[in-house]
């Protein structure tokens, strides 16, 4: 059986919360290519960004890193690139948003009853974190994570966010492989079980060759719902 994520596996050096600062060291690539981001455009934001949406909510959903033009620029994840379109049009279609996102931080957009987050919070040169940047992030992942006391569900948007997940819980990769709407039950430290799902990333990429298309990703969002809906005991 998987740990939980609040076990705190052993080499993990964790942070005081749940929150990198503006100038996290950690990952000396990234830091090298923030340093640049700030030199060239000043006005961006440049930083680790932070999550966004209610600590209380009931679901988590976790992106790979912000994108250079998107979060890296506005400070709000998945806000300002293409990505953005598709996740908030489906988050408000089944209820986790309110309000018009416009892709910009003063747009007023409102989540409910969901937060978003992302596997590495620093832009990676071509979005391509490498393997020793996820894990030295994972320790902010992991902190998100139990931080949120009323979590019950987790999407991941693509593969090695799926992967960094399954690592948070100390969870087998072998035996929670990799599937678009696949859904798996991660145990929490109080007893809880985590329905984890996932999902192909929304990216440009992804929707333009038909890997993933607005129905296969809306679909994802219908079994969240309705699993928080429906198949959890109702809250007294
Ligand atoms: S990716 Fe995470 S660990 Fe690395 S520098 Fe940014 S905030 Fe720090």
């Not at 740990?3 to 090298?32: F, I, M, T």
């Not at 988590?60 to 998107?70: D, E, F, N, S």
């Not at 992991?142 to 997940?165: F, K, N, P």
């Not at 984890?196 to 219908?222: D, I, K, P, Q």
Request: glycine share 8%; net charge positive; aromatic share 10%.
């Amino acid at each position: 059986m998987a740990r939980s994520v609040a076990s705190k596996p052993a080499g993990y050096d964790w942070p005081d919360s749940g929150k990198p600062g503006r100038d996290c060291p950690r990952c000396p690539r990234l830091v090298a290519y923030r340093q640049e981001c700030r030199a060239a455009h000043p006005d961006w934001f440049n930083a680790p960004v932070p999550s966004f949406g209610p600590l209380s909510a009931q679901l988590l959903i976790v992106g790979l890193a912000p994108g250079v033009m998107g979060a890296n620029r506005t400070g709000r994840p998945f806000t300002g690139d293409f990505a953005g379109d598709l996740l908030y049009e489906t988050l408000s279609r089944y209820g986790f948003a309110n309000g018009k996102f416009d892709a910009r931080l003063d747009d007023g957009l409102v989540l409910s009853d969901c937060r978003i987050t992302n596997a590495v919070r620093c832009v990676p040169p071509e979005n391509k974190p490498l393997p020793i940047e996820i894990a030295t992030c994972r320790p902010f992942l992991q902190e998100t994570i139990a931080e949120m006391t009323r979590l019950r569900a987790i999407v991941a948007l693509g593969a090695i966010a799926h992967a960094s997940v399954l690592t948070a819980f100390a969870a087998r990769k072998s035996v929670h492989p990799f599937k678009h709407a696949g859904k798996y039950d991660l145990p929490f430290a109080d007893g809880r079980n985590i329905a984890f799902f996932s999902s192909y990333h929304c990216s440009r990429y992804n929707t333009n060759t038909g890997v993933l298309t607005t129905e296969m990703f809306r679909n994802v969002f219908a079994k969240v719902r309705d699993f928080l809906d429906n198949q959890l005991p109702k809250r007294k």
